[in-house]
């Protein structure tokens, strides 16, 4: 069975890079595209950007230029690197299978950017 | 970017109703790629229709998907007490993919 699991810091403070890692168990990094999303409090969703076991990234245009996401194959891991952080990245951080419809997702971790 | 607005932002039905939910896009959808999903408090979202109109795995057929283009529509036939949940429409026919904003099901 595919499992995900995020991981990190759950307080960041303003202008800081907010440091995630999701951990594939069931699966291999190898087979698949491996996104991230996120949603802010009450809100909607939102898709940060995926990447690919050969390192090929695919990021959402809105913050292309404040992110980095990266794979480690021999840890099954991946994660996602969002600096310069301000209020308004505030959300739930899901990690998710795939670079279309996502059939598996982790619980989502909590991210509150404050100082 | 690919716009998708979905209405109503809230629709109350009594269980055993019928519930259309309407996802419309502001440009054509490559391949007919949207899918919805159901989310509850808490949780992640759950993957319910891909490609239009296919079911995911395990998802109960109260649940339909169909239209192409720019109108999507999801239908729960009749609504069981665990329906009651946020649904959001998503196109992944092209890049940047994006969500709908999602549509309340709450119970009246």
């Known amino acids: 069975q595919v499992q995900l699991q995020e991981s990190g810091p759950g307080l960041v403070k303003p202008s800081e890079t907010l440091s995630l890692t999701c951990t594939v168990s069931g699966d291999s990094l190898s087979s698949y595209y491996w996104s991230w999303i996120r949603q802010p409090p009450g809100k909607g969703l939102e898709w940060i950007g995926y990447i690919q076991n050969s390192g090929s990234t695919n990021y959402n245009p809105s913050l292309k230029s404040r992110i980095t996401i990266s794979v480690d194959t021999s840890k099954n891991q991946f994660s996602l690197e969002l600096r310069s952080v301000s209020d308004a990245d505030t959300a739930v951080y899901f990690c998710?299978?795939?670079?279309?419809?996502?059939?598996?997702w982790g619980q989502g971790t909590l991210v509150t950017v404050s100082s | 970017e690919i716009v998708l607005t979905q209405s109503p932002g809230t629709l109350s039905l009594s269980p055993g109703g019928r519930a259309t939910l309407s996802c419309r896009a502001g440009q054509s959808v490559s391949s007919s790629y949207l899918a919805w999903y159901q989310q509850k408090p808490g949780q992640a979202p759950r993957l319910l229709i891909y490609g239009t109109s296919s079911r995911a795995t395990g998802i109960p057929d109260r649940f339909s998907g169909s239209g192409s283009g720019t109108d999507f529509t999801l239908t729960i036939s009749r609504l069981e007490p665990e329906d009651f949940a946020v649904y959001y429409c998503h196109q992944y026919g092209s890049s940047p993919l994006t969500f709908g904003g999602g549509t309340k099901v709450e119970i009246k």
């Open positions: 998710a299978r795939g670079n279309g419809y996502f059939r598996y």
